[in-house]
């Protein structure tokens, strides 16, 4: 970690940052130095105090001790526009954007320019995301965006709003292979011009890919800093969450009848493809996994399958119900559901407690309102940490809301007949991921129907059974798990393979 | 945690400091002494039993429209039409007490006459209510702009009903009705005022909505003002909500109409509204949407308004109308107090619990001096934690 005197100028020095929320210590004396011209991976299991380092680095929480220096001379921003005069920009892990709004004009409203024309800045814009090597829509409301667009959206506007340190919070937990390998690339250009990045990140492979230093967390203290080059990822695993239990054993299921059925679905939104005629059946004990690049139309299955969505042609029906019901209908009925994204099926504002008890509100509910010990129960048996049923959901960390989601949906409900879940381990850690799926095969286990769907192709092999490829809105593969290698389906994804039915197995 | 109870505390005090200088200001401004208008203010709302009863003549119906608009601005629901409501629900309630007047010979007890009035008066500000959720529900027009516009419509069928069919045969200055049988009249509560029995209908209310706070119902419209599927989930659909919503506030607002007429002004009258909807929007966000700060936002409105007439004829030279201007500045100043809690890490409150002193919670945004448990105020709610990310 040596620092050459030219480059002094732009070094962030963060010593011993302690940080507390009421009793809970999120960060205890932790020490951290960014180089210029280098990515800095941070990385730790959930809670560790990651994104709050970050947040403090940024300006967006001020630490209850400790110091920092930029450049030799004191750096204390008051807010996040501070720190942003300074230099040090901040990607959160909950996106930012304003929805109503396009991605040029949410450009318009925080770049440093306040005046700055929309031509100009959609040039600017437009030239940052082809360096980057990746297509976003600037011009259409960004909550129109898939979440993956999205997050590639608010990096673009943050790139483009210039920093010589880049905090980037979890930015590839969203994101397909496709898209982080031209994010990557970027992010390397940019350090070789001088800018410091700083990503976090649970993906080990991508810390092995890109990153020049490592800094890793555990509950709230540094307990590695150094250089990333000459750790395995099986070391750096051991320092994030110790020692990891194996991965559930694939135990072949028998299959039971079928429980989730969609025929000829056609439907529109538009926050994605249009279905375009798609058949699915899920048996009951099977793990159905849907693949596809993003916005290949898996999330809008997914809304009509959940009943969110009216198709205009096409029939659902779960375990033999009458076709059509509605949302409140198939919850009633057992249907778990863990979307895209959790801030859509979690209410920050309202306690752990209350978010796992919400079902107990439906109208016509079958769940009941449980009692204090069950929802503790709950909160430790998904490891939600902390684990305390009267805080509010908004003080969890990233990771930790998506384990609370799972635990209302995979433990709280009276056994769900199916689930639909779409990147289920999206922003956990290695561990948390291997027990929620090893939660996905016991509900199978049990007789559920569960649908995995993704754009993130390992997150679907690691759990499914039989797996179907997506493409433009309609199913170009349907494979058992054994015949689904990579290179296959990824030619499907791509939209390579010929329009094979999906009944016929013999893909080219 | 500390400082930040102090900024809000600050904020609030300089909410209230701005509010004095302004009314100082202005008094000074109309050529007469501060002190001298304060003491015209007090006297104006507490120097005699009638003062003070028409202090609460004037909460009540303010009282019960923002009490009745709490679900659906919980919902996200911006319903502004309570004065077209209260129009309608004067109308029906002036209607259907003389048609069943008639019916008795004239002659009709009270125990008919004021069910017929609160009913039919709900009846005509629930109607009207409907119309602009059928609108929005099947061609999603936008639900402030066809209420709004509503409002003109009732004021103008109301101006037409004074000169038709309901209106008085004797010769009068202004429009209006006949005066209503005896019977129909609510009777004094307070011998000496005007203050009458629908004082208890707005007690009876706002325990019933601080009942209805703690429901499921109440959390599902928490919800699908943030989170439209999980909404969907739970079976608050937008139809649903939005029709159940907006049908409470115009019964609330239906039955103000029939207060008004049967409570205060004994016959219907071009005023019947008197701006008291939109008072009532105000009071409900001034209050947090919980019913004690409804309640008390309400009083403190209508005493802001018997004050300042107490004020006028005390300067003689400062217009009663101080009160809006007054009610101008503390709205602003409450937006500014709500729009500061919006932000997550502003709103660290305890939580009551035993521990509670250093329960780390994340609250959104919670009037001060409100102790509902779970209390929000419209619109910012999750977007605590989900700023613009809205699906
Ligand atoms: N606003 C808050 N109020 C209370 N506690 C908080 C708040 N923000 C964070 N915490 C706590 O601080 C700790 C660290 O959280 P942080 O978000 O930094 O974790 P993280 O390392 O980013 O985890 P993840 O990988 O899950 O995103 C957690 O225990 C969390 O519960
Ligand atoms: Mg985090």
């Not at chain 1, 980037?168 to 350090?191: I, K, Y």
């Not at chain 1, 639909?420 to 095969?441: E, K």
Request: charged residues 15%; proline residues 5%.
């Amino acid at each position: 970690m040596t620092v050459s005197p030219q480059e002094m100028d732009r070094v962030v020095e963060a010593r011993s940052i302690s940080k507390s929320f009421g009793p809970v210590a999120a960060l205890r004396d932790v020490s951290m130095v960014v180089r210029p011209g280098a990515v800095h991976a941070l990385v730790g299991e959930n809670g560790a105090g990651k994104s709050t380092l970050a947040k403090v680095l940024a300006g967006i929480e001020r630490p209850s001790s400790g110091t920092m220096t930029l450049d030799g001379a004191v750096y204390a921003p008051r807010d996040r526009s501070e720190a942003k005069r300074r230099g040090i920009n901040m990607v959160p892990q909950q996106l930012s954007l304003v929805g109503e709004l396009s991605l040029v004009e949410n450009y318009l409203l925080v770049g440093p320019r306040r005046l700055a024309n929309r031509r100009s800045a959609r040039a600017l814009l437009a030239e940052t995301l082809s360096r980057a090597r990746v297509e976003v829509d600037l011009d259409v409301p960004t909550a129109s965006l898939t979440q993956a667009h999205r997050q590639l959206g608010e990096i673009v506007v943050a790139l483009a709003e210039g920093a010589h340190t880049l905090i980037l919070d979890e930015p590839t937990a969203s994101l397909g292979p496709l898209e982080v390998g031209g994010l990557f690339e970027h992010l390397r250009a940019l350090c070789d011009l001088g800018t410091a990045v700083v990503l976090i990140t649970h993906r080990l492979d991508e810390v092995r890919q890109v990153a020049d230093d490592l800094t890793v967390l555990s509950h709230g203290e540094g307990v590695h800093n150094g250089s990333a080059a000459g750790l395995a990822s099986g070391e750096i695993a051991r320092l994030m969450v110790g020692e990891l239990p194996p991965p559930v054993a694939r135990v072949p299921r028998a299959l039971g009848g079928v429980v989730l059925s969609a025929r000829g679905l056609v439907a529109g939104s538009t926050r994605d493809t249009r279905l375009d005629d798609v058949d699915l059946e899920v048996r009951s004990g099977e793990i159905l996994g849907i693949a596809g690049v993003a916005g290949s139309g898996q999330n809008l299955l997914l809304d009509v399958l959940g009943g969110f969505v009216e198709p205009e042609q096409g029939t659902v029906t779960l375990d033999g119900g009458a076709p059509g019901a509605s949302a409140v209908a198939l919850l009633n009925a057992g249907l778990a559901w863990i979307p895209e994204e959790r801030s859509e099926a979690l209410v920050p504002g309202l306690s752990l407690r209350d978010n796992l008890n919400l079902y107990s509100t439906a109208v016509g509910a079958v769940s009941t309102e449980r009692t204090l010990p069950h929802i503790t129960a709950d909160l430790q048996a998904f490891d939600v940490r902390p684990a305390r049923p009267e805080l509010a959901a908004a003080g969890l960390s990233g990771g930790n809301q998506q384990k609370l989601l799972a635990a209302r949906e995979l433990g709280a409900l009276p056994e769900p007949r199916a689930v639909l879940a779409y990147g289920p381990t999206q922003g956990l850690d290695q561990r948390a991921a291997q027990a929620i799926r090893g939660r996905l095969i016991d509900q199978a286990a049990a007789g559920a129907a569960v649908v995995v769907a993704s754009h993130d192709l390992e997150e679907v092999l690691a759990v499914a059974d039989r797996i179907v490829v997506m493409f433009g809105g309609r199913v170009v593969a349907d494979l058992p798990a054994a015949d689904a290698t990579t290179d296959r389906i990824g030619r499907a994804m791509a939209g390579l393979a010929d329009d094979t039915p999906p009944a016929d197995k013999d893909l080219p | 945690m500390r400082s930040l109870d102090r900024q809000r505390w600050l904020l609030t005090a300089s909410v209230v400091a701005a509010v004095l200088v302004v009314a100082g200001a202005l008094i000074l401004f109309a050529g007469a002494d501060p002190l001298v208008g304060l003491q015209g203010l007090v006297e104006g709302v507490s120097s005699s039993p009638y003062r003070v009863g028409e202090v609460l003549v004037g909460a009540v119906p303010i009282g019960i429209v923002a009490l009745t608009l709490i679900p659906a601005l919980r919902a996200g629901v911006f319903s502004v039409g309570a004065e077209g409501q209260i129009i309608v629900g004067a109308i029906t309630a002036t209607g259907a007490v003389f048609a069943i007047d008639q019916l008795f010979g004239g002659a009709a007890p009270s125990v008919v006459l004021w069910p017929v009035g609160l009913l039919a008066g709900a009846a005509g500000g629930g109607a009207m209510a409907l119309l602009p959720a059928f609108l929005a529900v099947r061609w999603r027009v936008n639900e402030i702009l066809s209420t709004l516009l509503l409002n003109y419509l009732a004021a103008g069928f109301l101006g037409w009903t004074l000169r038709t069919w309901l209106a008085t045969p004797e010769e009068t200055a202004t429009p209006q009705s006949a005066k209503l049988p005896e019977a129909a009249a609510l009777p004094a509560l307070i011998p000496g005022t005007r203050a009458h029995w629908g004082i208890l209908l707005v007690i009876v209310i706002a325990v019933l909505v601080f009942l209805w706070n703690r429901s499921a119902a109440s959390t599902r419209l928490t919800v699908f003002a943030t989170r439209p599927k999980l909404a969907l989930r739970l079976g608050a659909t937008r139809s649903r909500t939005v029709y159940s919503t907006m049908l409470v506030s115009g019964l609330g607002a239906g039955v103000v109409g029939w207060i008004q007429v049967a409570g205060v002004n004994d016959r219907l009258l071009n005023s019947v509204s008197g701006g008291v909807g939109f008072s009532g929007i105000a009071v409900a966000l001034l209050g947090g949407l919980a019913p004690i700060g409804i309640v008390l936002a309400a009083l403190f409105f209508s005493a802001l308004a018997a004050g300042a007439v107490g004020m006028q004829s005390a300067t003689g030279t400062v217009p009663a109308s101080i009160a809006e201007v007054i009610k101008g500045v503390l709205l602003i100043g409450v937006a500014c107090i709500a729009a500061y809690q919006r932000n997550p890490a502003a709103v660290v409150r305890p939580v009551g619990t035993k521990d509670a002193a250093d329960e780390p919670v994340v609250l959104s945004a919670e009037p001060p001096g409100t102790a509902g448990d779970h209390e929000t105020t419209i619109g910012t709610l999750a977007e605590a934690e989900n700023e613009g990310g809205r699906p």
